[in-house]
């Protein structure tokens, strides 16, 4: 056979046994079961527990009574207090200024001389009545001497009141030359020096009393009905309502708390903000260790609201979409629940019904879920 035809049939016919081989010594493939892949989510345990509900606001200190420094007599300043200076503290009958006296001390000596020479008038006017009154009697007066007389004692004795009138008005005019404190306080600001007239009616100062300070606190509608108040509530709260108030304020690396109550609700809501602002009020003991809170400090405040009993609380992340939870199953199945929420919070919430005690709930954030689903769980 020719060359060229030979090489071309033995390689067609090397390569066909080469490929029956193959056929025949194929491997054989195992068929392995189907195992679908359960996703790892972490679970938490529902607990029912009775809580507070706490409502978070932030305000500025002010002063719970302030008012202005005012003489009620005029006159040049002789004398001022160390402490009325700007931030100066004082105790409540201190004398914080006082204004020359020597005009008022003459009015004085003044009134009391005209007292005692109406008292002397008035002494003798009595006596003469008494006298006509006993010889009217005996015929030996005549009724008009006898009305003389009256009108004589009665006017005497008018202007004896009246003297005492002026004595006592001099001697309160006297006593105002002293400007007192009212309270306990500090001075906010004074406009005032040594030697100046005053006149009655000048404002000279401002004062603030420090045995309580106040803070308004704005609040909204969902927040006030988680303090337990009467929807009526307007002005000052009863004792026994009264909301505790823990106030914080930041003083570089450390915090400060002060204990407090909120006192009073004002009358309406704000138009622009929609809030209603409480009034907390905080009792400043300066022989404790902690300082002062000083008045215009911005700080915040947490209100212990009303009692509430048998609600879960739960990781924000366990919410789903329409108020629905993730239950896991005794079999390790994701179920959809729907809950009732009684407050949704910054990191938690809160289910007031629709879980029951020991339920396992997801708190993993699943992008595709299926009711149904078998998972892994992995406890929180």
């Known amino acids: ?23 025949i010594n194929k491997p054989k493939v195992e068929q392995a079961a189907y ?51 700007n931030g100066g503290a004082f105790r409540e009958d201190d004398t914080l200024l006082r204004i020359d006296d020597a005009d008022y001390s003459t009015q004085l000596e003044r009134s009391e001389s005209a007292v005692e020479r109406s008292e002397v008038e008035h002494t003798l006017s009595k006596g003469e009545l008494a006298r006509l009154v006993s010889l009217n009697q005996r015929q030996l007066a005549s009724q008009q001497q006898l009305d003389s007389a009256r009108r004589a004692a009665r006017v005497d004795e008018a202007n004896l009141r009246e003297a005492l009138a002026d004595q006592e008005q001099a001697r309160r005019d006297l006593s105002r030359t002293e400007l007192k404190a009212p309270f306990d306080g500090l001075v ?17 100062g401002t004062i603030y009393a420090t045995d309580y300070v106040e803070i308004r606190l704005p609040l909204s509608a969902d927040q006030l009905s988680y303090l337990g108040l009467p929807i009526a509530t307007r002005g000052l709260i009863p004792d026994a309502l009264r909301p505790p108030v823990s106030v914080s304020a930041d003083f ?32 400043l003991d300066d022989t404790k260790d902690s300082p002062l809170l000083p008045v215009g400090l911005f700080v915040q405040a947490d209100i212990r609201g009303r009692n509430v009993q048998d609600v879960i609380r739960l ?66």
Not at 6 to 13: D, G, K, Q, R, S
Not at 188 to 204: A, C, H, K, M, Y
Request: glycine share 6%; net charge positive.
């Open 188 to 204: 906010r600001n004074e406009q005032v020096d040594l030697g100046q007239f005053v006149t009655r009616g000048q404002s000279i």
């Open 315 to 380: 990781p924000r992340s366990a919410m789903r979409d329409n108020n629905q939870v993730l239950v896991v199953d005794s079999h390790n199945r994701l179920r959809f629940r729907h809950v009732s929420l009684l407050r949704l919070e910054r990191d938690d919430i809160l289910v007031s019904s629709g879980l029951q005690d020991g339920e396992l709930i997801c708190i993993s954030p699943l992008q595709t879920v299926v009711d149904g689903m078998r998972i892994r769980p992995v406890m929180h």
């Open 1 to 23: 056979m020719h060359r060229k035809v030979l090489y071309p049939v033995l390689a067609l016919t090397v390569g066909a046994l080469v490929a029956l081989l193959i056929a």
């Open 35 to 85: 195992e679908p892949t359960m996703p790892t989510v972490r679970v938490t345990t529902a607990r029912a527990t009775t809580e507070y509900l706490s409502v978070t606001s932030q305000g500025t200190v002010q002063p719970r009574m302030q008012t202005e420094l005012i003489p009620e007599v005029s006159g040049r300043v002789i004398w001022i207090s160390p402490s009325l200076v």
């Open 252 to 283: 570089g690396d450390i915090r400060l708390f002060w204990e407090g109550q909120l006192v009073r609700l004002e009358a309406e809501f704000d138009e622009q903000s929609r809030m209603i602002y409480g009034v907390a009020r905080l009792r």
